[in-house]
T-cell receptor, first 111, second 117 residues
């Protein structure tokens, strides 16, 4: 089955709430990245976490990585309507030269 | 420093025609990747190129699809004799080195949305 599967597929929350998205993968990796895609647009890189890191912060974003469980989570705190987008995790499949993306989580933040 | 530039943004082709998608990487980036995204799905890797070399084309369909990254000019993804199933968004990404290297992120363009009618 596919590497980098996100959970949930869709998430709807109220502005100000926190949003948590999870990603699982199957083989060893050097790093894991999270991207955001607004409807009909390109991907914007959010954060990269290396395999020897457990947690990383960037503004309202918090990413964790558990290599023993082969999973990562993305937490967006104090969400805003502008955070409405699809969020994808991507892995490098153990050092390969391509990124493998999951199917994404569609986040909707309502006013 | 302009980002990754893709053109056209939208492309409509009739079945059997050829589609040419262009990608200019960020300045100083010598690695280009092409991905395809079907509706409601994630991106699927197609091909990885460096200047004048195809490094990994494991995601490319065996027929009708080709890619190049010449010494001068943009990278081109070419689809011959398009069929309706080719309708998708095609994204290009560039990086200063292989994305297999730790601490390297890929920068994506806005994509070309191909519609085959």
């Amino acid at each position: 089955s596919q590497q980098g599967e996100e959970d949930p597929q869709a998430l709807s929350i109220q502005e100000g709430e926190n949003a948590t998205m999870n990603c699982s993968y199957k083989t060893s990796i050097n790093n894991l990245q999270w991207y955001r895609q607004n409807s009909g647009r390109g991907l914007v890189h959010l954060i990269l976490i290396r395999s020897n890191e457990r947690e990383k912060h960037s503004g309202r974003l918090r990413v964790t990585l558990d290599t023993s469980k082969k999973s990562s989570s993305l937490l967006i705190t104090a969400s805003r309507a502008a955070d409405t987008a699809s969020y994808f995790c991507a892995t490098d499949e153990g050092g390969g030269n391509k990124l493998t993306f999951g199917t994404g989580t569609q986040l909707k933040v309502e006013l | 420093n302009a980002g990754v530039m893709q053109n056209p943004r939208h492309l409509v082709r009739r079945r059997g025609q050829e589609a040419r998608l262009r990608c200019s990487p960020m300045k100083g980036h010598s690695h280009v990747y092409w991905y395809r995204q079907l509706p409601e799905e994630g991106l699927k890797f197609m091909v990885y190129l460096q200047k004048e070399n195809i490094i990994d084309e494991s995601g490319m369909p065996k027929e009708r699809f080709s890619a190049e990254f010449p010494k001068e000019g943009p990278s081109i993804l070419r689809i011959q004799q398009v069929v309706r199933g080719d309708s998708a968004a095609y994204f290009c990404a560039s990086s200063p080195r292989s994305s297999g290297t730790v601490n390297t992120e890929a920068f994506f363009g806005q994509g070309t949305r191909l519609t085959v009618v």
